[in-house]
């Protein structure tokens, strides 16, 4: 079945440590997202990319990085410049025609907790 | 005051009600989207619409874009239907036309009890 893939579902970061989540999908979509959740707030861009080997950063990027040298891949990387990075992480993909972008698919999150 | 906003918060029906979720925007835009987040966190895309309406099962979204509004309606609600129900926006760029990126809503909190 295709659809997207994230792992872990729970992680947790030390104080000064980078972390990686992991996103795969395999429905041959161009674009992908990551989306920072909040309780209480809408979802926010952190990081996209419409095409592999590039990706444009999103309205809160500060503190994160990421990479697309596959289509398939876009993992996010939570550094320790995040001083607040506690919050449900979602990764997503669309199939992007003419600037449109058309149904989203989520992966399933991951929540990240610092200790 | 966000772009987009949603209404109500939170909603408490009985099983077999007629729910009713609002949405209202204040950009112009290309198309607007609703989702679904149910309690594990996963999101599920249920209608994207730029006119008119469109019906799956017991869900119908509409929208007026003069308007700048939307609903989504669940007929004969069911416990099931609890969730988080997201409005998310993508806005028209005057030089791009449409937009990769969405405005999301706070969501609205349904819970249907039986």
């Known amino acids: 079945d295709g659809g997207i893939t994230q792992s872990p579902k729970y992680l947790f970061r030390k104080e000064g440590q980078n972390v990686t989540l992991s996103c795969e999908q395999n429905?041959?979509?161009?674009?992908m997202y990551w989306y920072r959740q909040d309780p209480g707030q809408g979802l926010r861009l952190i990081y996209y990319?419409?095409?592999?080997?590039?990706?444009q950063k999103g309205d809160i990027a500060e503190g994160y990085s990421v990479s697309r040298e596959k289509k398939e891949s876009f993992p996010l990387t939570v550094t320790s410049a995040q001083k607040n990075p506690t919050a449900f992480y979602l990764c997503a993909s669309s199939i992007v025609r003419e600037k449109y972008l058309e149904k989203l698919f989520f992966g399933s999150g991951t929540q990240l907790s610092v200790l | 005051k966000n772009e987009v906003e949603q209404s109500p918060q939170n909603l408490t029906a009985q099983e077999g009600e007629f729910i009713t979720i609002n949405c209202s925007y204040s950009?112009?835009?290309?198309?607007l989207h609703w989702l679904q987040q149910h309690p594990g966190g996963g999101i599920v895309s249920l209608f994207m619409l730029s006119s008119g309406k469109k019906k799956h099962g017991r869900l119908i979204a509409t929208i007026n874009i003069q308007e700048k509004h939307s609903s989504l309606h669940i007929t004969a609600s069911h416990p099931r239907d609890s969730a988080v129900y997201i409005c998310a926006v993508s806005p028209w760029d005057r030089r791009q036309g449409g937009s990769e990126k969405l405005v999301f809503g706070k969501g609205t909190k349904l819970t249907v009890n039986p």
């Open positions: 950009v112009g835009i290309s198309a």
């Open positions: 990319s419409q095409i592999v080997n590039d990706f």
């Open positions: 429905l041959n979509h161009d674009a």
